[in-house]
């Protein structure tokens, strides 16, 4: 688990860095799925993620509006603020925590049970289904996406035996 937020962390900062190579006006397009544009899908994927943590954690969820961070800048400190916090959590990560349960309240007031295992693995592929948007409107753009591939990235170190 720990593993695959690295990748992701890692995998974001790569696609950062591509989108320097953007206008804003390219990273700000309404486009085809997600939610809506380039910049607004990086912000959705920190946004989501600090959440999730933070109600894990029992702390009060971030309720902030794409509206104050539209550019890459604000989005990337925006980033870097809520990262020391989500990688603190994650890096106390042990199978305890597993099976904790968290009771969330949907709008229309039902309320869901569901295991924290559950809630940070939902963390992981909701990035990783947001950066295939990414590869998609980059490649529609006629630019190379960042690479997916977790194989090559020195994420997993190997022991000798």
């Not at 593993?3 to 696609?15: A, Q």
């Not at 925006?78 to 099976?99: A, I, P, Q």
Request: glycine share 8%; with cysteine; charged share 25%.
């Amino acid at each position: 688990m720990k593993t695959l937020f690295r990748y992701n962390w890692m995998v974001r900062e790569e696609w950062y860095r591509w989108c320097e190579g953007l206008s804003e006006e390219e990273l700000l397009r309404t486009r085809t799925g997600g939610v809506g544009s380039i910049l607004h899908t990086l912000f959705h994927i920190v946004d989501v993620e600090w959440s999730w943590i933070r109600l894990l954690q029992g702390k009060t969820d971030f309720d902030e509006s794409f509206d104050g961070y539209k550019s890459l800048n604000q989005v990337r400190k925006l980033d870097s603020e809520f990262r020391s916090e989500v990688e603190n959590f994650v890096n106390n990560w042990d199978d305890s925590m597993e099976n904790q349960l968290l009771y969330d309240t949907l709008p229309d007031g039902r309320i869901v049970t569901d295991t924290w295992g559950e809630v940070i693995r939902h963390v992981i592929a909701h990035e990783i289904h947001h950066i295939g948007q990414l590869s998609i409107w980059a490649r529609e753009e006629g630019k190379k996406p960042v690479s997916a591939n977790l194989i090559g990235r020195g994420l997993i170190s190997q022991s000798n035996t």
